[in-house]
């Protein structure tokens, strides 16, 4: 199983609509959990969206690339989004699902890529240093053409 991250200290880079903006860091590829709480005793769902369009509803997930978790009877509601792509760089907001809501997280994902290497270079299991490389492959190259 992926390692999923969740997302519960941030860097707060302002307020909007009274509530404090969280900005996150996520690579492409990785899965990660946004986190979002609500009163139990006078609310009793939470709504996510992603740049001002739902994604979630009713506890349920609108679209396919959200998954709503957490323990809901406790009041906590986060978005994990499996498989972060260049879509989810975005404005992610939470807010209850009673007659007035109020929002509860807006969390700014970045999506950033993966780390490369190139200092080395994969040949089948083996990982070799990229100046032997930039030797062999040549003179690989070379044998396959008077081959």
Not at 46 to 59: H, I, K, L, P
Not at 96 to 104: E, F, G, H, I, V
Not at 132 to 143: D, E, G, N
Request: hydrophobic share 40%; net charge negative.
């Amino acid at each position: 199983m992926d390692k999923v991250i969740l997302l519960s200290l941030a860097v707060c880079t302002g307020i909007a609509n009274g509530c404090v903006m969280e900005q996150v860091e996520a690579q492409v590829g990785q899965s990660i959990a946004l986190k979002c709480e609500v009163n139990v005793s006078s609310e009793t769902m939470a709504r996510w969206s992603r740049d001002d369009f739902q994604v979630t509803d009713n506890g349920g997930s609108v679209t396919t690339e959200y998954k709503l978790t957490g323990n809901h009877s406790l009041g906590q509601y986060y978005l994990l989004i499996e498989n972060v792509q260049w879509i989810d760089d975005a404005v992610f907001k939470c807010n209850n699902a009673d007659s007035t809501p109020q929002l509860r997280a807006c969390i700014k994902v970045t999506v950033t890529d993966p780390p490369t290497s190139t200092d080395s270079f994969s040949v089948g299991v083996r990982t070799l240093p990229l100046k032997t490389v930039t030797f062999v492959l040549p003179f690989a190259l070379m044998l396959i053409n008077m081959w």
